[in-house]
Structures are given as structure tokens and as C-alpha cells.
């Protein structure tokens, strides 16, 4: 399970880590949003259906996102934390390398036109009291006895 702030990273090393080790692969972003505009989140409820659902469907997998409230319906299955702890320039700078995600946006050019919305909430990190909060993020890790790393760079 990989977690951490907008940019740190997270689906990159998902990615690599699924293709790598033949892992099914989510990314709680698919399933945590109405399809509306503005976008809104789902009932958790609802989510936690979709990534039961999932995990009953894969035996290795790796669940990727920023949800402390989603990521919490993993930790009953035992699940390898990745914390990426990144400092928050780093995360910007990735953010505006990202390259096009077509399982979010229809195009490049949308997915651009968020990109001033997303800094501003990579900014906001360490400074949010919600699910996707540094703050949030580190008691998810703090509380887990399992295996966990925490990493505070992407060269590691």
C-alpha cells in the first residue's frame, strides 16, 4: 500500500512495483469520485465495497492513493506500507512532470488546466486537518505495527 501527498510519486511507483512483481494494481482515485462536476467523493461505504471487491479478486496487489480514510479499510489485510514523505517542492516539481493520466482526464491539455488548483493543494500538505493531510498520513504509518518504510525522496 503506497501513500502520501499529491505528487510524491505514488503511481509512478505503483506502476513499476505491478509491472515489476506481476501486481494488480488500483488506484483508489478511480473509485473514490462521483462521476459529477464539481467533483464530489463517493460514500465511503461505497469505495470500501469497490476495494474489498478487489483485494477478494487479486491475491498480490499493490493500492495506491492519498485517502487515510480508504487506506484504513486495507490495513486488516496485512498490507506492506510505502509511506512517500516527499518535501513539498518535490511533489510540485513532479506534479508538473506528470505526464498525461487518460484514467483521470481526457486529455493533456485538461489535465494542465488543473495543474494551478493541484500545486496549490500539494502546498496545503502539511497545513490540512483531512484525510489526505501530512497529519492524517503519519498516524496511518505512527499506528501500523506491520512492515513500513517511509521514504523522503524519490532516489531512494
Not at 461505497?46 to 499493490?62: C, G, L, Q, T
Not at 492519498?66 to 486488516?76: G, S
Request: hydrophobic residues 35%; charged residues 25%.
Amino acid at each position: 500500500m503506497i501513500f502520501g501527498n499529491s505528487g510524491s510519486g505514488k503511481s509512478t511507483l505503483a506502476k513499476k512495483l505491478a509491472e515489476a512483481e506481476q501486481l494488480a494494481h488500483l488506484d483508489l482515485d478511480t473509485l473514490a469520485w462521483q462521476p459529477d462536476m464539481p467533483p464530489q467523493r463517493k460514500p465511503v461505504s461505497e469505495s470500501a465495497e469497490a476495494i474489498e471487491a478487489f483485494i477478494r479478486e487479486h491475491s498480490a496487489w499493490v493500492i495506491e492513493g492519498c485517502y487515510a480514510d480508504l487506506l484504513e479499510l486495507v490495513l486488516p489485510h496485512s498490507p506492506e506500507l510505502v509511506y512517500l514523505n516527499l518535501p513539498i517542492e518535490d511533489c510540485v516539481a513532479n506534479a508538473k512532470a506528470r505526464p498525461w493520466e487518460p484514467h483521470k482526464y481526457p486529455s493533456k491539455e485538461a489535465q494542465d488546466a488543473n495543474l494551478d488548483m493541484l500545486i496549490d493543494w500539494i502546498r496545503q500538505y502539511a497545513h490540512r486537518d483531512d484525510c489526505f493531510s501530512q497529519q492524517a498520513h503519519q498516524r496511518l504509518y505512527q499506528q501500523y505495527s506491520g512492515k513500513k518504510t517511509e521514504y523522503t525522496s524519490n532516489q531512494q
